[in-house]
């Protein structure tokens, strides 16, 4: 079992950074694919950014150059690095983890939330104009 608490959600206005960790319990270094996901009011929940096990990433259209996903393995937290934040951020950010498949020895999943059976609770963001 896999358990994500995430954290660092907060008000900014447009333009500000924000950082969200996601700590992450039963942690086995790279065993599992960690995402973040984001659901605004009234939308479907879609997948932001993914680190694989080689710490390869992979970002949504959206937030390419803005967002950036790393994580640290002696804390057992993933982070999402949040710039140049728009008003069409704000959304509840919710970290998942998945245990992938594995590609050329290297763990990986995309940015479905099909893919992912762990979630957190999420932290709310909003961004305003």
């Known amino acids: 079992q896999v358990q994500l608490v995430e954290s660092g959600g907060g008000s900014v206005q447009s333009g500000g950074s924000l950082k969200l960790s996601c700590a992450v319990s039963?942690?086995?270094?790279?065993?599992?694919?960690v995402a973040w996901f984001r659901q605004a009011a009234g939308k479907e929940r879609e997948g932001v950014a993914t680190?694989?096990?080689?710490?390869?990433?992979e970002y949504a259209d959206s937030v390419k150059g803005r967002f950036t996903i790393s994580r640290d393995n002696s804390k057992s937290t993933v982070y999402l690095q949040m710039n140049s934040l728009k008003p069409e951020d704000t959304a509840m950010y919710y970290c998942?983890?998945?245990?992938?498949?594995?590609?050329?020895?290297?763990?990986?999943?995309?940015?479905?939330?099909?893919?992912?059976?762990?979630w957190g609770q999420g932290t709310q963001v909003t961004v305003s104009s």
């Open positions: 680190i694989h096990s080689n710490d390869g990433t």
């Open positions: 998942a983890a998945a245990s992938g498949k594995v590609v050329g020895g290297v763990v990986v999943a995309g940015l479905s939330p099909d893919e992912y059976a762990y």
């Open positions: 039963t942690y086995h270094g790279s065993r599992y694919v």
